[in-house]
């Protein structure tokens, strides 16, 4: 009798312990900090999709990464953003919310994938159509890049091969996105 007691408080409190552990955020971040033990600089990053795309994949991947022989810095931050405009042009009816995330170093290179994803870790999708911020910090530096999530997958844009990206510096060009 007493060994169904037993069972029947396990029954009920070990799902209890699981949603608890999966609920309090263990995998997926809003904000990542990375120490990497080199001395490089952020703005050597090369960000993939490339900066500015429209018409993103909800299923993309941003790829954050440095060469060997231009490392990242010794420290540095990442956090994707999600941009909303609620009515009319207004900065007041604008807001900025961190999403939860979770970012994926490959191998022991310089690359690194940030994915949206719950607060437990598991992928999700982005907005179809929603604005996104890729945002890098590393001291007093700071790097914002603006996507913007295809409005259907079978619309999203396909990204270049990597051996087709050039590696020569190109203008930088500014973007205007009206959101309605």
């Known amino acids: 009798m007493k060994n ?3 069972v029947r408080s396990a029954a009920i ?6 949603f608890l552990f999966l609920a309090s955020g263990c995998g997926g971040s809003t904000n990542h ?4 033990g080199t001395d490089g600089d952020l703005y050597a990053v090369r960000l993939r999709p490339s900066p ?3 018409g993103v994949s909800t299923r993309a991947s941003f790829e954050l990464s440095w060469t060997s022989d231009d490392p990242p810095p010794a420290r540095f931050d990442v956090e994707l953003v999600r941009y909303r405009e ?10 900025e919310d961190a999403e939860f995330s979770k970012l994926t170093r490959r191998d022991d290179s310089f690359v690194w ?4 994803a719950d607060a437990s870790g598991t ?6 159509g929603g604005v996104y911020i890729v945002r890098l910090r590393s001291g007093a530096d700071e790097i914002e890049t603006v996507y913007v999530a295809a409005r259907d997958r079978s619309r999203a ?3 270049a091969p990597r051996d087709s990206i050039s590696n020569e510096p190109r203008a930088v060009r500014r973007h205007a996105v009206l959101v309605r």
Request: glycine share 6%.
């Open 4 to 6: 169904r007691a037993v």
């Open 13 to 18: 409190f070990a799902p209890l312990a699981v």
């Open 33 to 36: 900090s990375v120490d990497t």
């Open 52 to 54: 500015g795309t429209v």
């Open 86 to 95: 609620r009515s009319g042009n207004d900065d007041e009816d604008t807001s």
């Open 113 to 116: 994938d940030l994915d949206i």
């Open 123 to 128: 992928d999700t999708d982005l907005d179809a």
């Open 157 to 159: 844009a396909t990204p």
